[in-house]
């Protein structure tokens, strides 16, 4: 079932991530001199989370880390608190699930998520932060600041995933999959990934059964916190909470990211009020991780008021270029190759500002039941 195909492959990519080796909360990894690290408790799931704490005490702008899927947690910004915390607070979380907090069969939504964190962080940050979120972070951050937006001085967003209408992430599935079998030189290629992705689309499954029903969890997701999140992730609704944002948005994003494709961030920033879009060439879902010294002068540059000229993204008008069709409660049109946003009335403003031709494009704004097909 593609939803199940789609959180899977977020979720072994998260995987290859280096894991966390300690018995017990612990700051040393972060080294930073008077770092902490505690156990937080929160009402949502009942349980508890480790936040960790780097930087000046006296320091006037908090940041707040939100981590990705994956057993590293919030060990995926090890390479970036020590330069935050020259001159930051510095907060980074393990999300509940994820690394040394409590773990168990829960809804891990982006919105829960979000619950949270607000629960948990607010009292301790005790002022508005800038919110910087990856991957499964950064739809976190975005559900955290589209409900919360008086606690949001700034969002950055980097890699985020599941945004995309799930028949977009099926082709660039199919693609990467048949590029593995048979290379793109093959003459079996495109036949091939129109195989693997008509096979993923025409399989339907009502996500809301399997996340809202513990039972059900476990019997599909065996109770696994990164396989809920990853799925939950995909079946997750990001309309209502993209136009909600008001706070100046940063999407930094790598150019060769095989997990959340360049198109996500182009959706994202033709779509967030006043967003701006950063491309990192050559990097790929981790930029954090992979490239600190390309990653942390972009971030250090934006907070410290000197951005790079990035502005408000939107691409022009383009023809579509496709013959598959969207069909969306009983609509159907052409869907767009180039960032899919889908035409609905709460879209409308951000079609308009992005300039393309679409009644039924592939950004997931709505839970519709809608399906490719060639």
């Known amino acids: 079932m593609i939803k199940i195909r789609l959180a899977a492959a977020l979720l072994f990519t998260a995987l290859l991530l280096p894991a966390m080796v300690q018995a017990g909360p612990s700051a ?16 949502v799931f009942g349980g508890r989370i480790a936040v960790y704490r780097a930087g000046p005490k006296d320091a006037t702008q908090a940041v707040v880390l939100v981590h990705g899927l994956g057993k590293a947690a919030a060990r995926d910004w090890e390479n970036l608190i020590p330069a935050l915390a020259q001159r930051y607070a510095v907060y980074a979380v393990d999300l509940p699930g994820f690394g040394f907090s409590d773990k168990g069969n829960h809804h891990y939504s982006p919105d829960n998520m979000a619950r949270v964190l607000d629960a948990a962080l607010a009292p301790l940050v005790g002022r508005p932060f800038v919110l910087i979120g990856h991957s499964m972070g950064g739809a976190v951050a975005i559900a955290y ?22 028949s977009v992430y099926a082709e660039f599935l199919a693609r990467a999959a048949a590029q593995r079998m048979v ?48 799925f939950a992730l995909v079946e997750h609704d990001f309309s209502a ?43 790929g879902h981790a930029p954090q991780v992979e490239a600190p010294g390309r990653f942390n002068p972009v971030l250090l540059d934006e907070l410290d008021g000197r951005q790079i000229p990035a502005p408000p993204y939107a691409l022009a008008i383009a023809r579509i270029e496709t013959d598959r069709v969207g069909r969306c409660e009983g609509r159907s049109s052409p869907l767009l190759g180039h960032i899919g946003i889908r035409r609905t009335a709460s879209m409308a403003p951000a079609i308009r500002r992005a300039r393309m031709p679409a009644t039924c494009p592939t950004l997931k704004s709505l839970r519709t039941a809608c399906s490719g097909r060639r």
């Open 28 to 43: 040393d990894w972060i080294k930073v001199p008077g770092a902490t690290a505690v156990l937080v408790k929160e009402p």
């Open 145 to 166: 600041a589209a409900t919360y937006p008086q606690r949001v001085d700034r969002l950055v967003l980097v890699d985020v995933a599941g945004v995309l209408h799930r």
């Open 183 to 230: 290379g793109l030189d093959s003459p079996w290629y495109d036949s091939m990934v129109r195989a693997i992705q008509a096979r993923a689309e025409v399989v339907p499954i009502r996500g809301d059964l399997v996340l809202e029903r513990a039972g059900v969890r476990q019997r599909i997701l065996r109770g696994d916190p990164n396989a809920i999140a990853a």
């Open 241 to 283: 909470d993209l136009h909600e944002i008001n706070a100046p948005t940063l999407i930094i994003w790598g150019g060769d990211d095989s997990i959340a494709p360049l198109r996500t961030g182009q959706a994202l920033a033709a779509t967030i009020p006043l967003a701006r879009l950063v491309v990192l060439e050559g990097l």
